[in-house]
């Protein structure tokens, strides 16, 4: 698979409903979502002491991605609003 191609939309909906289908729940999709996503904040910002970070999430599947890692990342003692 080639890591730097972005699935379509209605891809990632085929890839998440075969996911689900396979036993993996929505709620496991979004924490690994957010846990890949807080992984590169964490890589990209080093070091983070001192800085804010700001998710900005939405409705949807998409928020719960973007809450996982919010939640991720403060638990981590990184100062983070949502």
Same mark, same amino acid.
């Given at each position: 698979m080639n890591m730097n191609r972005v699935a379509t939309v209605?891809?990632?909906r085929n890839l998440e409903r075969a996911a689900v289908q396979a036993?993996?729940?929505e709620s496991q999709i979004m924490e690994k979502a957010g846990a890949?996503? *807080?992984a590169k904040i964490k890589g990209i910002l080093k070091p983070l002491s001192g800085r804010k970070i700001l998710?900005?999430?939405g409705p949807g599947n998409n928020g719960g991605d973007g809450f996982a890692t *919010?939640?991720?990342l403060a638990n981590r003692g990184y100062d983070v609003s949502v």
């Open positions: 209605n891809e990632m036993g993996i729940t890949t996503i *807080a998710v900005l999430v *919010a939640r991720l």
